[in-house]
């Protein structure tokens, strides 16, 4: 689930990346990964103290970081202490997997071959790319289009005019029409000259029972992933920035956009046009009212409303002065 799966990589010896660095191990790369994913043949960076932990759980021998946080990182960790994090590690990554910074057009669609998808239902125009595969009892609406290598589990039931790349999607799940799922998302760095894409080597992943309704867009993630929990509803025209994890049993009305790597827990309701801040983390049991702007975390079993977003009560004592 977490290895890139639809971006072809390059590999690279550690001086290659990084020539002005003296390294005591001279390792191979072959990926980039988050701290908590990293494997010795990765590289993974910490740019804030809030995933310090993360530290604890990775193999990684290589890590990009700034000179403040490098004293969170320990011995074993090679450190490569550079001025702008995001930047290197947007350099690195561009190396490594050279197409990630562009959505390309997938020139391996082709009309949806009758005999490999034999149990499944395709309306007009629909286009599969290479290597996509998809379960028993599915049906496919017309003008959709599934790019290479996506994988779709059994009895899913897709609209019109969807487009999927880069994810991979469980059983039972139905996609109204309209919906974009796995696209790149906006993420650059800024700069005097130029602004800084930010390559996205992430996925989708939509899990089982889940339902999307019309003209919902879900990034994937940049260095993780995107995720969407078990049985988890969403209205029309929701946005989801890449790494947002949203747990099972939620309920997502019309027009909230999430912003990029907040993390959502279960059973979470959250009503229309409300906006959720990047790198929040959501307990479970939440409850958030329409039209809320959420900007910091919020613990487990909380009703919340308003801009920014406060406890029920106080938010209801404001309105009557």
């Not at 001025?83 to 669609?109: C, G, Q, W």
């Amino acid at each position: 689930m977490n290895d890139v799966i639809f971006f072809k990589s390059k590999n690279y010896h550690i001086e290659k990346l990084f020539p002005k660095f003296n390294f005591s191990k001279k390792l191979i790369i072959k990926g980039v990964k988050p701290l908590a994913l990293a494997n010795k043949n990765d590289i993974t960076f910490l740019d804030s103290a809030k995933y310090q932990l993360d530290v604890l759980k990775t193999k990684a021998i290589y890590c990009i970081t700034n000179e403040k946080l490098s004293t969170k990182l320990p011995e074993k960790i090679e450190k490569i202490i550079v001025p702008n994090v995001l930047l290197e590690l947007a350099r690195v990554t561009k190396m490594i997997y050279p197409k990630s910074d562009v959505d390309y057009p997938d020139f391996s669609l082709r009309k949806p071959s009758k005999q490999k998808f034999f149990s499944v239902k395709f309306g007009n125009n629909v286009l599969i790319g290479k290597n996509v595969k998809i379960g028993k009892n599915c049906v496919i609406g017309s003008n959709t289009v599934i790019e290479h290598d996506v994988k779709i589990g059994k009895n899913c039931v897709f609209g019109s005019n969807i487009i999927i790349k880069n994810s991979i999607i469980g059983d039972e799940v139905v996609l109204q029409d309209n919906c974009k799922i796995g696209q790149k998302g906006f993420g650059f760095i800024p700069n005097k000259s130029k602004n800084i894409k930010f390559p996205h080597i992430g996925k989708v992943i939509i899990k089982d029972f889940v339902e999307i309704a019309s003209g919902c867009t879900i990034d994937r993630g940049s260095i993780d992933n995107t995720i969407i929990g078990e049985n988890t509803y969403l209205d029309n025209q929701v946005h989801i920035a890449h790494n947002v994890k949203i747990g099972s049993n939620c309920m997502i009305a019309g027009q909230v956009g999430f912003a990029g790597s907040s993390i959502i827990g279960n059973n979470v309701s959250i009503g229309g046009q409300a906006g959720i801040s990047g790198h929040l983390t959501i307990g479970n049991n939440v409850k958030i009212g329409g039209g809320s702007g959420v900007v910091k975390d919020i613990e487990d079993n909380q009703i919340v409303m308003g801009y920014p977003a406060m406890p029920i009560k106080n938010f209801l004592k404001n309105l009557k002065k």
